[in-house]
């Protein structure tokens, strides 16, 4: 049977100018709410270079980056806006916001290069933690959470992540810690850089930092679009050993106190 040639060749259209093309094919994308949504990640380590690369090739044009510690070496195995030339020279979220711009020329990509706990601007619709220490990621989900901002936290140790999606009026992340985590989060401070005061050394690779990453721009792509009702409820726990993933539901701890300063009690 001979096929018609109209049938197989693969036409260059408007489609292909269009750089979104494709992701407005996915229907319940709304690439207008991803452009103009405001958008603030809290770390620019190993996750934040991926979620700041997903973010910005995903649509979204205007994004802060926080971090307070300058590049080392043993970041360059997972980071791909840094390099060799960046070590000990440069603050991360310079070079993320700087390079992360370069992408994309419709993307505004700033560097805030200090502390999470020195943020004093909250003026964002999403933010997501790419945090190594529980005492920040505990910081930004009370502002956030008080605030109504939809808050995504990514977490990796070694081959297994975790991401754990807090919306306005749902589980935070303080309802799920337990006494271990308090003890944790009262001795570590920060993974790398010259500001260091304790350095736990977390095991950690690129392909579940990759996958975590990705994880939390997807859910910001659904927030940001009106689809809250498709996002993660509420961690999602993935074991890159075994190729498993499984999701657990939260629930509000009556006695936390984001939720009692939320309904102001
Ligand atoms: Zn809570």
Known sequence: MTRDPEDTVLRVGQSDSDRYDRMRRVGWVDMDAVHSARILVAGAGALGNEVVKNLVLAGFNTIDVADMDDIVVSNLSRCLFFRDGDVRKVMKSDVVAQRASEMNPDACVSSIPKRIQEIDDWDYDIALGCLDNIAARMHINS???????????????????????????????????????????????TCTGSSSTYVPRMAADITTTAVVAAMQVR?????????????LKHVAYYNGESCEMFTAEASVDPGCVNHLLREGV
């Not at 081959?159 to 944790?184: I, S, Y």
């Open 143 to 189: 502002h956030t959470y008080f605030r109504n901002i939809p808050y995504i936290d990514g977490a990796t140790d070694g081959f297994r992540g975790k991401v754990h999606v807090v919306l306005p009026g749902g589980p935070c992340l303080q309802c799920t810690m337990n006494r271990t985590h308090v003890r944790e989060a009262e001795k570590r401070f």
């Open 219 to 231: 859910e910001a792509i659904k927030i940001a679009s009106g689809r809250m009702d498709m996002c």
